[in-house]
């Protein structure tokens, strides 16, 4: 009589195995890695969906320009800034005023003339052994020495 209730019991999860094995083949055929993709790509024409060219906008921009050229900024002319301090200098480019950079001063820094906020100096670098870079000297430029933008 034991015999038949196992066997019940096994002839049950047998059947429910034979069901579920179907289901369980097509969910894995389904995610099958190596199936091709249907990728269609972009519906909107390219000439819509890249930028304009504006070069041409540029050069007209250009050629209409009627003010003065943009003189390049020098290199070791700058203007003092208001966030130096006692150990820092800032400074400010000359003569547009658009980059700022901060250095330390130099232990024994020289300084000719008043370099006050807002004066024009001409700054000498040195560069320490660790790669530091330090004002060591600062000579401001008189007013009437600096030449008016062309």
């Avoid at 232990?107 to 000719?112: A, L, Q, S």
Wanted: proline fraction near 7%.
């Amino acid at each position: 009589m034991m015999e038949n209730k196992n066997r019940g019991y096994r002839s049950v999860i047998l059947q429910a195995t034979l069901l579920l094995l179907p289901v369980t083949s097509a969910f894995f055929a389904g995610s099958c890695r190596m199936a091709p993709k249907d990728n269609p790509g972009d519906t909107v024409a390219s000439a819509e969906f890249y930028p304009p060219d504006t070069t041409q906008i540029n050069r007209h921009r250009q050629a209409d320009s009627t003010g003065a050229a943009q003189r390049p900024d020098s290199t070791d002319v700058f203007y003092v800034g208001e966030g130096s301090t006692r150990r820092e200098l800032q400074l400010v480019s000359y003569p547009s005023r658009r980059d700022t950079v901060v250095r330390y001063k130099a232990r024994h820094i020289r300084v000719e003339g008043r370099a006050d906020v807002g004066s024009v100096v001409r700054i000498t670098l040195w560069a320490s052994h660790r790669g530091d870079t330090v004002v060591k000297e600062v000579k401001v430029i008189p007013a009437e020495d600096i030449t008016p933008a062309p």
